[in-house]
């Protein structure tokens, strides 16, 4: 094949003949338990998922529209769970792919390093904050975020010789046995005896549900000064730990952003108390927030940076990117074969100079903006909707039950059922949206990051729809 002849167009005619189909088709879809759908609830595992919100088959996939068996085209908002910074099949991820494969470069090297490895760091390094940059150490992990928390993790234990971590209330950080045990969400740790032990919660500022029940201002002040304190108090019963680990913008506890006064805050405790500061990018990174990196609104710079999911350019990749002083673990600490995945690095290479060069990263953040202020109007409209939630083009709308008493602050308990019956409801109408947080009753958005305005409209007439159907 010759390289140079493949087109590079944003959008390529496939694709706007998808949006042909999304626009011309009438809906609600109908959902048919198909063929596949039988086969696969016959061989797959119970704790299968997704398939159980969403029961289509995939048949083809291009930038946001996914169009299943029945010939059925949909607004993918889930997104490969954020993974997918632009959409399905974009042409330069699949010019990166073939391009690989005709040059015949390696499909896997273990840490060996190769052409591909080194453009894919210095890429990814071109994008860190500079004084990170100038001190970065890179460790590839076995590619998916929850491997990359085990790294993390380990980094810190060994570089302190402490083994306590302190992560958050809501947070999410994988299914592995380290990064579940630092995961907040109780009802998939339960059932699984000895996770590892040394983990201690502490009140992340989650304003519509508030800890402290104060909310705002007050509640990051309170928050900050029990942190602390925990840190400086003889008698708190619990000692310094190997590291704090947090996400600037949580995504599965619900799409709650951290305000830059307590990201701060953190910083400056970690710092006073040396004590190396985690902060999870696997999902908020890549320009999803609006900023490369979430923690970039802040203006902090952590000690060890998580990332997967987007960094890979949809394929399978994980990093950690951290300080100096923290490598001094020993060859081999962090092993694992598919460390090497060269495929995954030159799509990320392209997908991360792709996000740069066309201004994605601001783009996510306008049409982040507007999408919540659209969906702001709704609000007013569909009492239901207790908040809307994030940053860039990582948006949350918790549905709340307004039949019962409301708090102190004026928010409602959430409301599970109706939270499940919407996100069906916007399937019926071509929009597959993602749902978290608490009692699973947080609405979310993660579209590509290229999306035109157009497609934002387009999803929030969807989105409408979906209400007054069930409404
Ligand atoms: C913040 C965060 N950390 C870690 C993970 C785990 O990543 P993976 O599912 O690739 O193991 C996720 C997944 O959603 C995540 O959102």
Known sequence: MNQENLQLSPVDTYEENLQTIWDTTSRPYKLNDNSYLQKQKNYESNARSYPRKFPIAIQKAKGYFIMDTEGQVFMDCLGGAGSLALGHNHPVIKKA???????????????????????????????????????????????????????????????????????????????????LAITGNKSIKTQIPNLMSDV?????????????????????????????????????????????????????????????????????????????????????????????????????????????????????????????????????????????????????????KYITENSLVDNSRQKGNYLRNELLKLQQKYPFIGEIRGRGLMIGVEIVDTNESPNALGSYPPNTKLAAQIQRSCLHNGLIIESGGRENSVLRLLTPLNISEKNADDILYAFENALISIN
């Open 97 to 179: 792919i073939q391009k690989s494969i005709a040059n015949d470069s390696a499909l896997l090297t273990l840490d060996i390093t190769s052409p591909i490895k080194d453009e894919f760091v210095k890429t990814l390094f071109g994008v860190l904050p500079q004084e990170l940059r100038e001190n970065a150490k890179i460790q590839f992990c076995s590619p998916c975020g929850t491997d990359a928390v085990e790294a993390a993790i380990k980094l810190v234990k060994i570089a302190t010789g402490r083994s306590t971590i302190f992560s958050f209330s809501g947070s999410y950080h994988g299914m592995t046995n380290g990064a």
């Open 200 to 352: 201690v919660f502490l009140p992340f500022p989650y304003h519509y549900r508030c800890p402290f029940g104060v909310g705002g201002l007050e509640a990051e002040k309170l928050s900050l000064h029990y942190i602390e304190n925990i840190l400086k108090d003889s008698h708190s019963g619990v000692g310094l730990p190997a590291a704090f680990i947090l996400e600037a913008v949580q995504g599965e506890g619900g799409v709650i952003p951290a305000s830059p006064f307590w990201l701060k805050g953190i910083r400056e405790i970690t710092k006073k108390y040396d004590i190396p500061l985690i902060v999870d990018e696997v999902q908020a990174g890549m320009g999803r927030t609006g900023h490369m990196f979430a923690f970039e609104e802040s203006g902090i710079i952590p000690d060890v940076c998580v990332l997967s999911k987007a960094v890979g350019g949809s394929l399978p990749l994980s990093v950690i990117v951290y300080q100096k002083y923290l490598d001094k673990w020993q060859p081999g600490s962090h092993a694992g074969t598919f460390r090497g995945n060269q495929l995954a690095m030159a799509t990320g290479t392209a997908v991360i």
